[in-house]
Every structure is written in structure tokens, then in C-alpha cells.
């Protein structure tokens, strides 16, 4: 008798399996140490594999439950457990930063402008990272007598500049709010109703499945490895000031997490807040998180809108760069497709400001399992 299911499994396994071919054919000719997939459709994982290599020192080959430090899409995890606290009115995002960071966040040039909460998440609060970012000291006049430099010539809200000291700020907010350490927030809050492995702290997660990062290096098309990624800060844990010691854990870049895991948090907020019977955050506060504040960038708050991936579809999501790691995470809500791509090394060529390797892989996954 003639099965369906058969057919289907096998049409799906062709397909894979061709993307694939095409995948193993872009890393004979482009450089890359490793490469991990997940690809969504109808809000479900329906595939998710693994390529190359998680140590290319001794050859350990990736596997799909290995984790990466994903760098800048963790600014949606802190913006996530920012819009939790908005919904419990415990904060609003119109407040002014100075009173919730507990000193003066004032743009110099424009004194009287409050800068707020939601002018950090979106990038437009007139801060840089010109003084650094790994310590608030940066941006405190008391810590710094170039504090100054920490800010544009622009008024706040009147322009945009990506900024990871913005996040660094959020996290530490969200941690004099609650209370409790940043990390164990995202983890309590956000990882475990939604049954994810990962999180901030690099010393609580099982060493054997973090894949090493490498950079690329043009000059001589090397790859070094990039250990700092992992650096535990154990003595600065150790030593650790709540509401202050915040940017150890990096809210901006820090997350460590698996590409399968990374898109289940991505279905979350493709189903605007909601994913598993659990919800994150409320559905108003999620599509907040999506809309375009800055025009010109078409970023929200966190979450970034782009035509520039797959032609003709407009996504949502956020890219990462950091240590020689490059990572994406894009859905497309209405048609409920999404893919997660994590490279711990490759080439850094780009096409369309997107890193080429993953621009090239989601369009073979799209080309193969969702067309």
C-alpha cells in the first residue's frame, strides 16, 4: 500500500541532503572552520545540522549540540528581560536612565534631554563606545575624566549609532531592578521556561560542548584561536558588585548558546512573545521590540528589520560579530520561516553588509527546504 509519510520523509531527506552538497560545496571554496544550522518553518525546527569543525586544532568535528558565544544577537535576550519588567510596570521605557543606573547619564552638549530606556534599546541615546564598554567606568563622570567623549554631538534621540555600551547599561539596570545577578536572571527567566541550554556565565555550562572560535586572518588566510571569547572572569565574579559588575557577563554579546536552542528562542519571538505554552513577554511589548524605531537602520529594540538576506522576504531578526564568530538569526513572522546560522570561523567577506558565508547558507537552506 502506498504511504504518504514515506513520501514526504523522502522528498524532505532529498532535500536536505542537496542542501547539504551545496553547504560542504561553499566550505571547499570559501574558508571556514565550522558551521551550524537550524531551519524553521510553520514555527518549527525542521532541520538542523552541523559542518566542519568545533576544535580545528585536533579536528573534533561540530555537532548540533555544541554551543557558541553569539555576540550581538544576546542584545535581544537583555531586551527581552527588559520588556518583562515593563509589563510588570516595575519600569517604564520612557524613564530616565540616570535614576535607574544610579549616576548622571546626561549628553553633555544636551543637558536637559533625558536619555531613556528605550532610547538605549534602540540605539539612540546618543552614547558610543569610544571610552569602551566592558566597564561603566566608561561613562561615569566620577570613574572618568573622559566621560564626555562617551557621547555624540547629536541630541539624544535625534540620531542612531550602534552602541554596545547601551546594553551593557540595560543589563546592569535590569539587575538593580530585580535584584538578582544578571545571568541568573536571563537563565531563571527566560532559558529555562523555554527548556533552552546556555546562558551568560561561561563557568556554569559543560566545557566539552563549547565550540572554540577562530578569526580569520587575510593576510596570511590563517585561523587563530580566539580564547578570550570563553574568558571565565573568574576573579572578577568572584569580586563581583551587584548593579555595577554588570558587563562581566556582557549583556551586549555574552550569550553561549546552541543553534538549535537559539531558534527556539527565535520561534518565541516570531510568535510574538509567546512559544511552548510559555509566555515570555506580552505580545504589544514583543511587537514593540520588532517595530522600526530608526528609520534609516530599520532597528528596533534589538531586533532589526532587513530585505538585504533572501530576496523579495522581509525578515526580523539580528546578526553577531565578535572573536572571529559570526552569527544570524532571522525569521519571517507571517510566513513563520526562520534560520539560525552560527559559523565559529570563516571568511569575512560580505554581500549586502551580512557576513557572505552565512548570507550564502541561508539562501541554499531557503532554496532547499522551504522554496
Known sequence: MYNLNTKVAYNFSNK?????????????TTPVVGLSVAVVKNNKIIY????????????????NNNIFRIASISKSFTSTAIMQLVAKKQISLDQDVSELVGFKIRNPKFPNTIITLKMLLSHRSSIND?????????????????????YNAYEPDKGYMYCNLNYNLAGTILEKMTGIRFDKYI???ILDPLGLYGGYNVNTLDSNLIAKIYEFKRDSTKFINSPSAYAPRTEEINNYTMGRSTPIFSPTGGMKISAH???????????????????????????????????????GMALETSTQLIPGKTMIGHTGVAYGLYSIMFFEPKEKIGFVVISNGCDTKTING????????????YEHLIQ
Not at 569610544?130 to 562617551?150: C, H, M, Q, V
Not at 528562542?265 to 512559544?275: D, N, P, V, W
Not at 510559555?278 to 504589544?284: F, S
Open 354 to 365: 551580512i557576513n557572505g558565508v552565512l548570507h550564502k547558507t541561508v539562501n541554499i537552506l
Open 48 to 63: 538542523n545540522h552541523s559542518f566542519g569543525y568545533k576544535d580545528l586544532d585536533q579536528r573534533l568535528p561540530l555537532q
Open 16 to 28: 536536505a541532503e542537496k542542501a547539504e552538497a551545496a553547504i560542504q560545496q561553499l566550505m571547499q
Open 130 to 150: 569610544s571610552e569602551g564598554y566592558f566597564s561603566l567606568d566608561a561613562i561615569d563622570p566620577s570613574k572618568n575624566p573622559n566621560w564626555e567623549k562617551s
Open 187 to 189: 537563565q531563571q527567566q
Open 261 to 299: 536552542d537559539l531558534a527556539e528562542y527565535m520561534i518565541m519571538h516570531s510568535q510574538l512573545g509567546k512559544h511552548k505554552g510559555k509566555r515570555i513577554i506580552p505580545k504589544n511589548l514583543s511587537k514593540q521590540m520588532q517595530a522600526i524605531i530608526s528609520e534609516e537602520e530599520n532597528y
